[in-house]
């Protein structure tokens, strides 16, 4: 059974920085590709960012390039979003999820997180 757990998250003002983990379990981390993404209140859930089998290669939502940071360690099953000078508008249940292809949509994810809340006070 595969499952992913994430941590991480919490209360921040703005400007401030948190980082996110996901750990994983029930398949061979490695092979997978691993992405981020997030919903907002009465929003939709986005795409934040991606990275590949490897780390060699990632992916980040145009909103969070030069502030987020993907990165996994493959030799712990976890991946990580480093999250710095955060917004309000960045208050969001983050999820965490796995997909066997490199992709930016939802439907290319097959599993997920239960999610971990951040909030960012202004």
């Known amino acids: 059974q595969v499952q992913l757990v994430e941590f991480g998250g919490g209360l921040v003002q703005t400007g401030g920085s948190l980082r996110l983990s996901c750990a994983t379990s029930?398949?061979?981390?490695?092979?997978?590709?691993m992405g981020w993404f997030r919903q907002a209140p009465g929003k939709e859930r986005e795409f934040v960012a991606t990275i590949s089998w490897t780390g060699g290669r990632t992916y980040y939502a145009d909103s969070v390039k030069g502030r987020f940071t993907i990165s996994r360690d493959n030799a712990k099953n976890t991946v990580y979003l480093q999250m710095n000078s955060l917004k309000p508008e960045e208050t969001a249940v983050y999820y965490c999820?796995?997909?066997?292809?490199?992709?930016?949509?939802?439907?290319?994810?097959?599993?997920w997180g239960q999610g971990t809340r951040v909030t960012v006070s202004s």
């Open positions: 029930g398949r061979t981390f490695s092979n997978y590709v």
């Open positions: 999820a796995t997909s066997t292809r490199w992709g930016l949509l939802e439907r290319d994810y097959d599993y």
